[in-house]
């Protein structure tokens, strides 16, 4: 992942006239924290977990990327999703750097007290590098709004003053900003409106497979469903579904559990692997990285592919999906969504003063509609993908920035 990031990075500086120096400063974090975080257990044993916090370059703004629970976390990953946040804040025109934090864990297998004294516990470990002026948390992975709401109540106690802009994605009580749980699902929502413009091809009646069904992939499902789009395919870490005359969307939204599960209850699904070879005019990946690859790319059927998920088409891949002439609208782009919204998140906790929801939506499908037709336009333009253009976008910012205050 952090060597696919790399490559592109580097090809997207070369294409915009920078020097080498440049490359080298932006192709890893400026920096890297490894901590151990001692839990009481339930059972009265103590499990240490590892966490990680990645701060890519900060000469544009303070550092501003989420937190994720994962089992696969580890310092390579947490790199390149830093390098992916800086790239969406660059795209975005945020004045902020990205970053990015993780704790090795699933919390599937933690109960509710756990959780909790791990995420104070993440707090404690990290919080001499973190803060609403330096480098701001927020919600990834298998996070939320209660999570944050521990991680700030904690930052808290431990500065001894209320800091709401300390995280975003907080519950409403306690600052958090209205459409910030849904941001990510609208933005994916509004690439696929653009996309589809693009391709002449119409949301209502089109056929859509969405691949996860976490926070992002059941709003999406529900936002395109709404908008008259035939949800045909979805899916889990337990299987999939796929209905060619389409899937009952309000039903499998209610059913299922919080961790976006819902395909154990039915017979005959198919694999996660089977699904992305289904027929559907989008695919949107929304679940992990690496699902696209050199070994299944010809077997796509889609005219247009939406990364909603971070990496989830190779590099290897993206080329043959280019020359069968799919559109795909990359992770950097169709992403930042969250993004955008926690910052709007900080600017409201800075002012004390927040914002309506349609005002919010509407300043989104701004930033997002802007961001989308320049990069696709630079695509065009310049005769390369989408890929290429967004990284382009995205570096030119801190790029820039860095040379500005004579760091290269």
């Given at each position: 992942?952090?060597?696919?990031?790399?490559?592109?990075?580097?090809?997207?500086?070369w294409k915009?006239?920078y020097?080498?120096?440049?490359?080298e400063?932006?192709?890893?974090?400026?920096?890297?924290?490894?901590?151990?975080?001692?839990?009481?257990?339930?059972d009265?044993?103590?499990?240490?977990?590892?966490?990680?916090?990645?701060?890519?370059?900060?000469?544009?703004?303070?550092i501003?990327?989420?937190?994720?629970?994962?089992?696969?976390?580890?310092?390579e990953?947490?790199k390149a999703?830093?390098?992916?946040?800086?790239?969406k804040c660059?795209?975005?025109?945020?004045?902020?750097?990205?970053?990015?934090g993780?704790?090795a864990?699933?919390?599937?297998?933690?109960s509710?007290?756990?959780?909790?004294?791990?995420?104070?516990?993440?707090?404690?470990?990290?919080?001499q590098i973190?803060g609403p002026?330096?480098?701001?948390?927020?919600p990834?992975?298998?996070t939320?709004?209660?999570?944050?709401?521990?991680?700030?109540?904690?930052?808290?106690?431990?500065?001894r003053?209320?800091?709401?802009?300390?995280?975003?994605?907080?519950?409403?009580a306690?600052?958090?900003?209205?459409?910030r749980?849904?941001?990510?699902?609208l933005g994916?929502?509004?690439?696929?409106?653009?996309?589809a413009?693009k391709?002449?091809?119409?949301?209502k009646?089109?056929?859509?497979?969405?691949?996860?069904?976490?926070?992002?992939?059941?709003?999406?499902?529900?936002?395109?469903?709404d908008?008259?789009?035939?949800?045909?395919?979805?899916?889990?870490?337990y299987?999939?579904l796929?209905d060619?005359?389409?899937l009952?969307?309000?039903?499998?939204?209610?059913?299922?559990?919080s961790?976006?599960t819902?395909?154990?209850l039915?017979e005959?699904?198919?694999?996660?692997?089977?699904?992305?070879?289904?027929?559907?005019?989008?695919?949107?990946?929304?679940?992990?990285?690496?699902?696209?690859?050199?070994?299944?790319?010809?077997?796509?059927k889609?005219?247009?592919?939406?990364?909603?998920?971070?990496?989830?088409?190779t590099?290897?891949?993206e080329?043959?999906?280019?020359?069968m002439?799919?559109?795909?609208?990359?992770?950097?782009?169709?992403?930042?969504g969250?993004i955008?919204?926690?910052?709007?998140?900080?600017?409201?906790n800075?002012?004390?003063?927040?914002?309506?929801l349609?005002?919010?939506e509407e300043?989104?499908?701004?930033?997002?509609?802007?961001?989308?037709?320049?990069?696709?336009d630079?695509?065009?333009?310049?005769?390369?993908?989408?890929?290429?253009?967004?990284?382009?976008?995205?570096?030119q910012?801190?790029?820039?920035a860095?040379?500005?205050?004579?760091?290269?």
């Open positions: 992942m952090l060597q696919s990031t790399q490559s592109v990075m580097k090809e997207a500086l915009l006239g020097k080498d120096n440049v490359y400063l932006l192709k890893e974090p400026s920096r890297l924290l490894e901590v151990r975080i001692p839990v009481s257990m339930d009265r044993s103590v499990k240490v977990f590892t966490g990680y916090r990645a701060q890519h370059n900060d000469a544009a703004g303070p501003k990327g989420g937190i994720r629970f994962h089992p696969d976390v580890d310092a990953t947490i999703l830093s390098i992916w946040t800086a790239l660059g795209i975005a025109d945020l004045p902020f750097g990205g970053g990015k993780g704790i864990c699933d919390p599937r297998h933690l509710l007290g756990e959780l909790e004294r791990l995420s104070r516990g993440y707090v404690r470990a990290v919080s973190v002026a330096k480098d701001i948390l927020g990834d992975v298998f939320n709004s209660q999570i944050m709401a521990w991680m700030v109540d904690e930052y808290n106690r431990l500065k003053y209320d800091s709401p802009g300390f995280i975003s994605g907080k519950p409403l306690l600052g958090g900003s209205e459409g749980e849904r941001a990510s699902s994916v929502a509004i690439c696929v409106e653009e996309a413009k391709n002449r091809l119409r949301i009646g089109s056929r859509v497979i969405i691949q996860g069904f976490g926070n992002a992939g059941s709003y999406l499902a529900k936002y395109l469903h908008a008259g789009a035939i949800i045909v395919g979805i899916s889990d870490a299987g999939a796929y060619p005359d389409g009952p969307v309000e039903y499998l939204l209610n059913r299922r559990d961790f976006g819902v395909t154990s039915f005959g699904t198919i694999t996660n692997a089977e699904l992305l070879e289904q027929e559907c005019d989008i695919l949107v990946p929304a679940a992990v990285s690496g699902q696209i690859t050199k070994e299944n790319a010809h077997n796509i889609a005219s247009i592919i939406v990364e909603a998920a971070g990496g989830p088409t590099l290897e891949a080329k043959t999906l280019d020359s002439g799919i559109l795909v609208v990359p992770d950097v782009l169709a992403g930042s969250g955008i919204v926690s910052y709007f998140e900080w600017v409201q800075k002012q004390g003063l927040y914002w309506p349609e005002e919010i300043k989104l499908r701004l930033k997002m509609t802007e961001a989308f037709n320049t990069i696709f630079s695509a065009q333009s310049r005769r390369i993908n989408m890929r290429l253009a967004a990284y382009m976008a995205g570096a910012k801190m790029a820039e860095s040379i500005k205050r004579g760091w290269v």
